[in-house]
């Protein structure tokens, strides 16, 4: 089997330090997440980069189906907080849980013009992409 991109390497060593070492603006885009089937529909957009203030669903771990706003994005870790999902210490203090952005869908957006500027970039690049298959087939 030839490699399919000869510029990317497929080096568990090299994926891992790429992973890890990435930079703030590349972690934005690893920790995107699924949008709901309503939204996708809506957007025509699969996921996008998560934020502070959108709305989520949890899909996977003991916190299954609970859902919450998004109350930080923590890049260094790759991970999010949402509120009400937390865990109390044995002094009794209460610790906000991570969830990996994957293992949630987005349920509500937080929309400015900037974000709605990337949906509409997105979803047109889509839609071409859909024509571009459909000329092929006749």
């Known amino acids: ?3 399919v991109k000869s510029n990317v390497s497929s080096s568990r ?3 891992r330090k790429s992973h890890f070492g990435a930079p703030s603006s590349v972690r934005r885009n690893i920790m995107s997440a699924p949008l709901s089937k ?3 529909d809506k957007h025509n ?6 934020r502070k203030d959108d709305e989520v ?11 919450g706003k998004v109350t930080s994005v ?3 870790k790759y991970i999010i907080h949402i509120e009400r999902i937390s ?3 044995s002094n009794g203090q209460s ?23 990337i949906l509409d970039r997105i979803g047109k690049g889509r839609e071409a992409a859909m024509k571009g298959k459909g000329k092929g087939d006749s």
């Open 38 to 40: 309503e939204l996708r």
């Open 87 to 89: 865990r109390e210490k």
């Open 1 to 3: 089997m030839v490699k």
């Open 13 to 15: 060593r090299k994926s």
């Open 74 to 76: 923590y890049r260094l």
């Open 57 to 67: 669903l949890i899909l996977r771990g003991s916190n299954k189906g609970r859902e």
């Open 95 to 117: 610790v906000p849980l991570g969830v990996h952005p994957s293992k949630v869908v987005v349920t509500k957006l937080k929309l400015d013009k900037d974000r709605e500027s």
């Open 45 to 50: 957009v699969r996921s996008i980069p998560i």
